[in-house]
């Protein structure tokens, strides 16, 4: 089986200040990494994903994320984060369609 | 771009209505899903469709049921609706296989009240 823990439901940040949100996943066999963004009132949408390759993935909106296997670990950073990337992030992990699990979210405030 | 579409945005409905959600995708994605959103929850699979006439139970399937006439079309019935199915749906397909992106598009939602 596998999981994904994002240990923190709520993350606030001043604008242009870094920021980084968390993710833990487990599972007994490789994965797939991906991180969304849900903007209010909105579907989700891929920000960035890790396949294979280079450890450090860089997404949209000068997001990044860094895929630690021996930490298990998918951290998405930002060095410097603007008012419009106040939303919900969620971490997923996929061994394929039929096994995607997703996060419970955080939510990123960006205070000005 | 991939555009995964559901007719409703915002419904309400009475207890023991039965209710139906659609969803058209416009990629020709042979895996389709629906998804439940509540606070502190994060996203559960209710049912997906790996091809026509084809699908699956998730994690909640529960007092749902689905129907994929369509390879573009995947809808989600709710045959009596109860107020604990209060929440919002989210609609997504998947473009999966050897080098493709094994990505999941997902439709901006459904957010249904049950009174």
């Known amino acids: 089986a596998q999981s994904v823990t994002q240990l923190d439901s709520q993350v606030p940040v001043f604008e242009e200040a870094p920021v980084e949100l968390r993710c833990n996943y487990s599972s007994s066999v490789s994965v797939y990494l991906f991180w969304y963004v849900q903007y209010p009132n909105q579907g989700l949408q891929l920000l960035l994903k890790y396949l294979s390759g280079s450890t450090l993935v860089k997404g949209i909106n000068g997001f990044e994320a860094e895929f630690n296997k021996s930490q298990t670990s998918f951290h998405l950073r930002k060095p410097s984060v603007h008012i419009s990337d106040t939303a919900e992030y969620f971490c997923?992990?996929?061994?394929?369609?039929?096994?995607?699990?997703f996060g419970t979210g955080t939510k990123l405030q960006v205070i000005p | 771009d991939v555009k995964v579409t559901q007719s409703s945005r915002y419904l309400v409905k009475r207890t023991g209505e039965k209710v139906f959600l659609e969803c058209v995708q416009d990629?020709?994605?042979?895996?389709m899903f629906w998804y439940r959103q509540d606070p502190g929850l994060g996203l559960r699979l209710i049912y997906f469709s790996y091809d026509v006439k084809m699908k699956e139970k998730g994690d909640i399937p529960e007092g749902y049921s689905v129907s994929r006439e369509k390879k573009e079309r995947f809808s989600l019935i709710l045959e009596s609706a109860s107020t604990n199915q209060t929440s919002m749906y989210l609609c997504a397909s998947f473009e999966g296989g050897e080098g493709s992106g094994n990505t999941i598009y997902f439709g901006e939602g459904s957010w249904l009240t049950v009174v």
């Open positions: 990629m020709d994605h042979e895996n």
């Open positions: 997923a992990v996929s061994r394929g369609y039929q096994k995607v699990t």
